[in-house]
C-alpha cells in the first residue's frame, strides 16, 4: 500500500474515532490502529512491538509526524488540561479526494475500531490492546487465567484482576471481528 494510501486510512480512523468520541491523542490512535492492524490481519503493514505501555509502532509514529509535516493532520488542544488530540488539518481534504476507493474499502474497519473503542480512554486501551497482543503473539495455555497473569507479569500496574476483564473484553472482541468481511486485494 503506498504511503499517501495508509494516510487515507489514518485520517479516516481519526475522523471517526473524534465522531465518536474519542480524544484523538497520539496514545489513542497508536491504540487504535493496533487493533485494526491485529483484528484485520496486517492491512497497513505498521509493525507493533510491545512497549513500556502496550503495543505501540515506531512506524506509526514516524508517519504522523510526517502526516502533521504534510498538513495533514495537527495538533489542537481540544480539552483543557490534556495533551493536544490528532485531528485533520489544511491538506486532509486533498489525501481524501485522492483516495476514496481506498477510504470506502477500509470503512467496515475504520467503523469497527471507532464503534467499539473510541469512547475508551487511554488505561483501557492499554489493558484492551495488551490483551490482543498477549492474546495473539505470546506464548500462554490459552487460559483467561494464564493470559491474565502474562499481562500482569508484563505490565505490573495492571492487576491480574483489570487483566481478566480486558482478556474476557477483547475475546468477545474478537469473535465480533471475524464478521467483518475484508480483503487486502
Avoid: W
Avoid at 483516495?99 to 467503523?111: D, N, Q
Amino acid at each position: 500500500m503506498k504511503r499517501l494510501q495508509v494516510d487515507a486510512v489514518l485520517l479516516s480512523l481519526i475522523e471517526h474515532m473524534e465522531i465518536k468520541g474519542s480524544r484523538c491523542g497520539e496514545v489513542h490512535i497508536q491504540k487504535a490502529c493496533y487493533l485494526l492492524e491485529e483484528l484485520f490481519g496486517d492491512p497497513l503493514g505498521l509493525e507493533f512491538i510491545l512497549y513500556k505501555h502496550g503495543p505501540y509502532s515506531f512506524d506509526l509514529n514516524d508517519e504522523l509526524t510526517a502526516m502533521r509535516a504534510d498538513n495533514i493532520i495537527e495538533l489542537r488542544t481540544k480539552f483543557q488540561f490534556y495533551a493536544p488530540s490528532l485531528l485533520p488539518a489544511e491538506n486532509s481534504q486533498l489525501i481524501k479526494n485522492m483516495y476514496p476507493k481506498t477510504i470506502k474499502k477500509f470503512e467496515p474497519l475504520v467503523k469497527f475500531i471507532s464503534e467499539n473503542f473510541a469512547s475508551y480512554g487511554v488505561p483501557t486501551l492499554e489493558k484492551i490492546s495488551t490483551a490482543l497482543y498477549v492474546t495473539r503473539k505470546e506464548d500462554t495455555d490459552g487460559s483467561v487465567e494464564d493470559r491474565s497473569r502474562r499481562i500482569h507479569k508484563l505490565e505490573p500496574h495492571v492487576t491480574v484482576e483489570e487483566a481478566c476483564e480486558a482478556i474476557k473484553n477483547i475475546d468477545l472482541i474478537i469473535e465480533e471481528a471475524k464478521g467483518i468481511s475484508f480483503s487486502t486485494t
